[in-house]
């Protein structure tokens, strides 16, 4: 059967699984070995050079669900971003970076690069024209984040993919938030995409790992890199991931159905001032979200009213958990303000639209009626008594 043919959910149960020849066992063997025969293969194996059977297996399924040639796994997101960036960039060259970005890849780039000699710019805004604007004669990477974190800002991926072909500049997309199942960059013609694996990939909130998805020879570039830098991923947890990203289609629909009904349910609600999801209407660009994602995804956010006490109606919830990461089976929220946003100054946090009665929310498989039940009891109980 060709690949392309195949539907999401049987690439997610049985692309890149291990044949188990011994004892036919319904599932992948986990080959532990870091110890392999060098007779017969013409690149040896050993688990750095990210090719041991579980990896290379496993990074089959993550480039047919990317539409991508081949794949790397990694032993974080963080490693995924920093090996991609690092095999493209050198002494002397620019990346162009959009502005609303995940706290990590920020980070990593203001205080790794300048002592690489490696020059950056962040975007003004994520409109095209913004990174047009940002773009040298020495760039060579331009790097966007669509969905963004927290606000769900979209960028026109094929509009930004199309900028940089015409310059021969690489694009690479952090694709965490949407998920292979809701977008797939690729085909809107940017090169590498990355994925931090902890969240929707993994999906129940146990594994810490990464991916990279793009042509042969982009991932072969990074594979160069990644056996000095050596960023891959155990094999045990190899297999741990192979073995979640069989609901991988079935989870992550399931959520986009339930933060779909959850954002309405907000939007309408007179305690909740603003809804962020690129689903609804009112999004400013929901337009452009429904033409280039498959779904809307499950990551959302809102503000809370005046009268509401934020911290006491996070404290209120039963069912959804505080919580810093995202994208588990569990519903989460988290307050930027408090959390990943927390070393900007108040003034930084409004420039980039960051309220401190901000929360973002990933919504999780339970049933909705549940969720919507558990917010409500929450808010009741969280009207501010000491407003003037
Ligand atoms: C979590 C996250 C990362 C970093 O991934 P780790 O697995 O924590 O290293 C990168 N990008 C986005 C959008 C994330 O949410």
């Not at 004892?23 to 063997?29: E, N, R, V």
């Not at 502005?99 to 962040?122: Q, V």
């Not at 919504?363 to 000491?386: M, N, P, Y």
């Amino acid at each position: 059967m060709s690949k392309k043919k195949l539907g999401l959910n049987t690439i997610c149960t049985h692309i890149g699984e291990i044949e188990d020849q011994q004892f036919k066992g319904a599932i992948s063997p986990i080959y532990l070995s870091t110890s392999y025969a060098y007779d017969d293969v013409e690149v040896k194996r050993y688990p750095r050079y990210f090719n041991t059977p579980n990896q290379e297996h496993l990074a089959k399924k993550i480039a047919a669900l990317e539409h991508a040639e081949d794949a790397l796994i990694f032993s974080s997101g963080m490693a995924a971003i920093s090996h991609m960036f690092l095999a493209f960039l050198k002494k002397g060259d620019h990346i162009v970076v959009q502005n609303t970005l995940y706290g990590g890849t920020r980070n990593f780039i203001k205080s790794e690069f300048p002592k690489y000699g490696i020059e950056f710019t962040f975007t003004d805004g994520y409109q095209p024209s913004d990174f047009e604007k940002a773009l040298q004669n020495n760039t060579k990477l331009i790097h966007l984040e669509s969905p963004s974190n927290p606000l769900l800002t979209i960028t026109d991926i094929k509009a930004i993919a199309d900028l940089a072909k015409s310059r021969q500049i690489i694009t690479t997309i952090d694709n965490t938030f949407a998920s292979p199942i809701n977008q797939n960059p690729i085909d809107l013609g940017i090169d590498l995409v990355m994925h931090s694996a902890t969240k929707y990939l993994g999906g129940h909130s146990d594994i810490l790992a990464g991916a990279v998805a793009g042509g042969k020879d982009h991932i072969e570039a990074i594979w160069n890199v990644g056996i000095n830098l050596g960023g891959s991923l155990s094999d045990f947890t190899v297999w741990m991931l192979e073995r979640s990203m069989k609901t991988l289609a079935l989870r992550v629909k399931a959520q986009n159905k339930n933060a779909k009904k959850i954002a309405a349910f907000l939007e309408n609600n007179k305690a909740i001032s603003k809804v962020y999801y690129p689903g609804l209407k009112s999004h400013p660009e929901y337009k452009l979200a429904k033409g280039q994602m498959h779904d809307f995804g499950a990551m959302l956010s809102f503000e809370l009213e005046e009268g509401i006490d934020v911290m006491a109606f996070q404290n209120q919830l039963k069912l959804i958990k505080p919580s810093m990461s995202l994208a588990g089976v569990e519903s989460t929220m988290l307050l930027p303000a408090k959390t990943s946003h927390a070393l900007l100054t108040e003034e930084e946090r409004k420039e980039v639209g960051i309220s401190d009665r901000l929360i973002r929310f990933s919504v999780g498989i339970e049933d909705v009626s549940d969720l919507k039940r558990d917010i409500k009891q929450a808010l009741k109980h969280s009207k501010a008594t000491t407003l003037a």
